[in-house]
């Protein structure tokens, strides 16, 4: 069931992607090679609790799964996502995707972005380009009279003609009372499908894209998700909320 949301539930969903969007640039300044996910991680929690909000992610569990030990999911490379936060030490040339939630007042809020650890090379930061430029082309779909689908097939069609490959077992989702709420929000489909767009409605769009094949794998811990040919990933995301017709990112400072 798709939950619709009023102004005062949009507002509480706004003030926790607040502190995710901070959050995240607060991570980017601070991951440079040297620097362990572990401390970037601590980085996060320290300013999300200071907010008097708790990390979303931290202790969630899913079917089959360890609960998640991070504040955030920390995805280097070939990790396409929820790379668990460990010792391991940034190196200069990785992408590193971050992921993170947040719950404050009993609503939540999630975003992501993908960072280039020192110099990274022309091939990936194209990746990272057509990524964070689908997610943008995917939020204009995301009108009032639209459907599910013209948002998906946006990011396909950005993601395609640039000859990267999207994810297709995992996808976006609404977002607001729980972390996860309906609907499925995919990175690939048809245009005029899918569920209907409405005003009230908070989705989390969050394209995941790889520079080779779609498929992936679960690494042993349960947790991380690595493309299959290990090809480097990307990964971006927005909360949005559709207030008078149309899309408002949520999930900005």
């Given amino acids: 069931m798709i939950l619709i949301k009023t102004k005062n539930e949009i507002d509480k969903i706004r003030e926790s992607c607040k502190i995710v969007a901070e959050t995240l640039q607060l991570v980017k300044r601070h991951a440079k090679p040297g620097v362990t996910t572990l401390e970037l991680d601590k980085i996060a929690e320290d300013y999300i609790r200071s907010n008097d909000a708790v990390p ?8 089959g799964s ?3 030990p991070g504040s955030l999911c920390t995805s280097i490379d070939e990790e396409v996502v929820h790379g668990i936060p460990s010792e391991r030490i940034l190196m200069g040339g990785e992408i590193l995707s971050v992921d993170v939630g947040v719950l404050k007042n009993n609503y939540y809020g999630d975003a992501a972005i993908s960072i280039a650890v020192g110099n990274i090379s022309e091939e990936k930061k194209h990746l990272m380009e057509v990524t964070e430029k689908s997610l943008q082309l995917a939020i204009e779909q995301a009108v009032k009279g639209n459907r599910i689908g013209d948002i998906s097939f946006a990011v396909q069609e950005e993601v395609e003609k640039n000859g990267y490959s999207v994810v297709r077992d995992l996808c976006g989702h609404g977002v607001g009372k729980m ?14 499908t899918g569920h209907l767009i409405k005003d009230g409605m908070t989705i989390a769009i969050e394209p995941m894209v790889n520079m080779g094949t779609f498929r992936v794998n679960v690494a042993d811990d349960g947790w991380t998700v ?3 040919d ?3 990933s990307a990964h971006f995301e927005h909360t949005i909320a559709i ?3 149309k899309a408002e990112i949520l999930s900005i400072s």
Avoid: M, R
């Fill in 56 to 63: 979303a992610f931290k202790g969630y569990s899913q079917a």
């Fill in 66 to 68: 360890i609960d998640f």
């Fill in 179 to 192: 972390l996860h709420e309906d609907p499925q929000v995919p990175n690939y489909g048809k245009k005029g």
């Fill in 226 to 228: 690595v493309s299959a």
């Fill in 230 to 232: 290990n090809s480097p």
């Fill in 243 to 245: 207030i008078n017709g």
